[in-house]
């Protein structure tokens, strides 16, 4: 049996969570007891609580043309907001603008958070305990429990509603579909949708307030009846045109049970598609945006919890639970070990930019092989590389991608090569394998450590090979910045802390 191959998963409705929240998953990292974490899934991974719905799963061109609209957007962004001293990019190697922010629904990290103080009907709140206390019970047996005190798990789910939305380190206005919104042009969510109506929390922002004001150009729907604020956030699809709009508001969200903070964030009531299809494989609420703005929810929550976030995406063929953690506690060592789980941290510095605050990037300073160094100056790297919870494939510079096709093809030669599948052009033919191991591949971070050589950080093999073909793509020009996709990802816990300026990495955290 190939190593290469999804697992089955016999997982469905609620039986999700149960399934995934056991010793077998393999939890084997113990998030820290301070701030607030949630269980992270695949949107259309066997752990996610839609997994059920029967939602449609993009293929793999469609999976690659919108990863690529991802990228061209962020290029974009960093090349027309920034002047060339900041960053090293070539605006004659960046395509033209991308009119989208926050990007497509394919199988990408999605938590579930309890948005307004709505009241629940009888039914609905036992459908919420059911679901709280089959998690507590998962806690127990991971001996987690006392994450949660005593006094929260008596008072259960605190009022609102589940709302299922993308975890996007590269945006800053999060947003949610709020009733009315009729499908279309609004999209069918596997969550009940957050009514405003019906949570006394809510109230829309003003016109004028300094929560509207900030929104500038790029996030601004102009003033609306009664001098609300609203807000338009374009996104990409299979065609172009397509957006989220509506009332800029605020109302209480919980991010774990019982601890709330009053929250801005888009009410959608036209998540409209430009065509039919564009929506096809996404059931979720909206986008939980993290980026470095202050509409993001790792900013609206500095005051409560510290300006630091962590998660860990599960491998997308596993059938395990992975997290995401809102609070301080991150890394403030190049490398070391954490005190609280006792497993190897690698850190390197965060580099942010006054000009696109948006973005959290790191330096690359090489690549391993199996333990060898490829042959490629640190400077090939110097433009960096972006943080990015949901572009999928990592992009490098073309000559550090080279040199890694290189040494990657070599050191699989003994496998029979495919034919490319669109920009993945290092693939292979496993037909009769009967277990298949990549090959180590070490991303060197820029840090003190690693014995003088930078910090090694090695791809989980599940982040090495993708459909069969080596998951990394080449951008077109060394000058532009590198992404950090989410498949070289997964597995780590990535932690963003942002007021230290660090970034940094646990293997086998989920």
Known sequence: MSSLKPHAAACSGRRVIKQCLTPNAKMTVIPPQHGRWVPLYRHHGPCSPSSSTGAAKPSLDDLLRQDQLRVDHIHWRLSSESDEGAFAVSKASVKQRVG?????????????????????????????????????????????????SEQQQQQGVPPGVFQTVVLDTAADLPWVQCAPCPVPPCHPQADDSYDPSRSPTYAPVKCGDDACDQLGIRYSGGCGVGGECQYRVPFPTK?????????????????????????????????????AGDFDDNTTAGVMALGGGPESLASQAEETYGRAFSYCIPAATERRLGFFYLGGGAPGA????????????????????????????????????????LNVTPSVFAAGAVMDSRTAVTRLP????AALREAFRGAMAMY??????????????????????????????????????????????SGVLFNDCLAFVNNSDDRMLGILGNLQQQTMEVLFDVANKAVGFRRGAC
């Open 334 to 373: 190049n490398i070391g070990v954490d005190p609280t789980t006792m497993s190897y941290v690698a850190t390197t510095p965060m580099i942010r930019y006054s000009q696109t605050p948006t973005f959290y990037i790191v330096r690359l300073v090489g690549i391993n092989v199996n333990g060898q160094r």
């Open 100 to 148: 989208f922010e926050a990007a497509y629904f394919h199988d990408q990290p999605v938590i579930r958070v309890i948005l307004g103080s709505e009241s629940k009907s009888s039914e609905v709140q036992e459908m919420d305990l059911n679901l709280f206390f089959m998690f507590l019970s998962a806690m127990h047996e991971f001996g987690l429990s006392k994450i949660i």
């Open 416 to 461: 029979a090569a495919a034919p490319p599948k669109g920009s993945l052009d290092t693939c292979y033919d496993f037909s009769g394998e009967f277990f298949v191991v990549p090959h180590r591949i070490e991303l060197v971070f820029d840090g003190a450590g690693g014995g003088g050589g930078g910090v090694p950080v090695e791809v989980d093999r």
């Open 398 to 401: 073309k000559t550090a991608y």
């Open 239 to 275: 065609s172009n045109g397509s957006f989220s709009s509506g009332t800029y508001a605020v109302d209480l969200l919980a991010v774990g049970p019982n601890t709330s903070i009053t929250f801005h964030f888009g009410c959608s009531h036209a998540a409209a598609a430009a065509a």
